[in-house]
């Protein structure tokens, strides 16, 4: 029986670049550059590994003037869309606009007054592209007012949120600017689901969906797809990034993986099945996952892969799986569409399947 697929909210559309977001376009994965954006060769580099990784748009930061120099650079050479990312200083907004980027990303709570947010969104609108404005739970608490920080602090994030960004709204609004993505962002998951699901109660712009410092690789990991996972499983969300610290192309690895496992976007390439192992483990199940992901990471096509520990439970546990091993002792079984083909020598094993593989894909 087919299960039943995820019903989207429906939301305006913008368009960042080629890649579409809302209006029921896929939902996008977005990482961002840790390199310095000056640096136009390493930057060019991150991106191109991101794209690689299957990210669609990606952020950079435009801290400085050095930083929009190089984005005519960046956004003229990179395969995918480019996003400035502008905090405190309008004119780095309108500095990146002039470069050419497809999207700025903007806090209005961090630029000095509404004069010069209102000249990004007159340059972002003579130029046709989108702004996302987003709020993090820093960036929301009064920094000069104690007696505005403690009456807001006793109240809840998620509220607070909200309201911020219907606050800053109010200067789009003006300008009947609604080429807009919202983001709000908390370092906890569920303030994250809280938030974002009054946000998509309260407007029809596009959701980007990320919790802000998320943590390290694994916290960071389990918070993330916690709250993106919620929430994209009601339907809410256009674009997602996941935030982990260290190399962004893990990021896009995740993201992907959490979309593809949600049936909103169709996998690609190899998806190895490994068995969790136990005490009729006959191999080293997670090493020679890992060999024959690598052996096989140039396959585009959506082929699934099964990796077992043994040959009692394994050859039923990856029946679904195009092509198998199940491992014995010192020796290997290999399966094809669920059938037997041959016995293998264990060093033998990767080359083995991934034959079997490149076969099935000649088919
Ligand atoms: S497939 Fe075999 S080795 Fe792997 S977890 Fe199941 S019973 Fe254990």
């Known amino acids: 029986?087919?299960?039943?697929?995820?019903?989207?909210?429906?939301?305006?559309?913008?368009?960042?670049?080629?890649?579409?977001?809302?209006?029921?376009?896929?939902?996008?994965?977005?990482?961002?550059?840790?390199?310095?954006?000056?640096?136009?060769?390493?930057?060019?580099?991150?991106?191109?590994?991101?794209?690689?990784?299957?990210?669609?748009?990606?952020?950079?930061?435009?801290?400085?003037?050095?930083?929009?120099?190089?984005?005519?650079?960046?956004?003229?050479?990179?395969?995918?869309?480019?996003?400035?990312?502008?905090?405190?200083?309008?004119?780095?907004?309108?500095?990146?606009?002039?470069?050419?980027?497809?999207?700025?990303?903007?806090?209005?709570?961090n630029i000095a007054d509404r004069q010069s947010v209102r000249a990004v969104i007159d340059a972002a609108a003579e130029a046709g592209i989108p702004i996302r404005v987003g709020v993090n739970e820093g960036s929301v608490m009064d920094r000069i007012d104690p007696a505005r920080r403690a009456e807001q602090s006793a109240r809840p994030m998620d509220e607070l949120m909200v309201?911020?960004?219907?606050?800053?709204?109010?200067?789009?609004?003006?300008?009947?600017?609604?080429?807009?993505?919202?983001?709000?962002?908390?370092?906890?998951?569920?303030?994250?689901?809280?938030?974002?699901?009054?946000?998509?109660?309260?407007?029809?712009?596009?959701?980007?969906?990320?919790?802000?410092?998320?943590?390290?690789?694994?916290?960071?990991?389990?918070?993330?797809?916690?709250?993106?996972?919620?929430?994209?499983?009601?339907?809410?969300?256009?674009?997602?990034?996941?935030?982990?610290?260290?190399?962004?192309?893990?990021?896009?690895?995740?993201?992907?993986?959490?979309?593809?496992?949600?049936?909103?976007?169709q996998r690609e390439g190899v998806e190895i099945i490994a068995c969790p192992t136990c005490g009729r483990t006959q191999a080293d199940v997670a090493t020679l996952a890992e060999e024959v992901r690598k052996a096989l990471s140039d396959v585009k096509r959506h082929v699934v892969v099964a990796v077992m520990g043994c040959i009692v439970n394994g050859p039923g546990e990856a029946e679904g799986a195009d092509a198998a091993v199940c491992c014995g002792k010192a020796k290997a079984a290999i399966y094809r569409r669920g059938k037997y083909v041959r016995t293998v020598a264990e060093d033998e094993i990767v080359e083995a399947l991934t034959t079997e593989v490149r076969m099935l894909l000649k088919e």
Do not use: W
């Not at 954006?37 to 801290?63: F, K, N, P, W, Y």
């Open 163 to 265: 309201e911020t960004i219907g606050e800053y709204l109010e200067v789009f609004a003006e300008a009947d600017f609604h080429d807009l993505v919202l983001s709000a962002k908390s370092h906890d998951a569920m303030t994250t689901v809280a938030v974002n699901r009054a946000l998509s109660e309260r407007f029809d712009y596009p959701l980007h969906l990320g919790l802000t410092h998320a943590g390290t690789a694994r916290t960071g990991l389990v918070r993330s797809v916690a709250a993106l996972g919620a929430l994209l499983a009601e339907g809410i969300g256009d674009t997602v990034r996941i935030s982990l610290a260290g190399d962004p192309v893990v990021e896009a690895e995740v993201a992907k993986e959490l979309l593809a496992s949600l049936r909103l976007r």
């Open 1 to 109: 029986m087919e299960l039943p697929e995820i019903q989207r909210r429906k939301t305006r559309s913008v368009t960042v670049g080629g890649v579409r977001i809302g209006g029921g376009a896929p939902v996008s994965v977005q990482s961002m550059t840790t390199t310095p954006t000056s640096d136009v060769r390493a930057t060019l580099e991150q991106i191109e590994a991101l794209a690689a990784a299957g990210c669609d748009i990606v952020r950079v930061a435009a801290a400085t003037e050095a930083d929009t120099a190089a984005l005519g650079q960046i956004v003229a050479e990179a395969p995918v869309p480019i996003v400035a990312d502008v905090h405190f200083r309008f004119r780095r907004a309108l500095e990146a606009i002039a470069a050419g980027v497809h999207k700025i990303r903007l806090n209005p709570g």
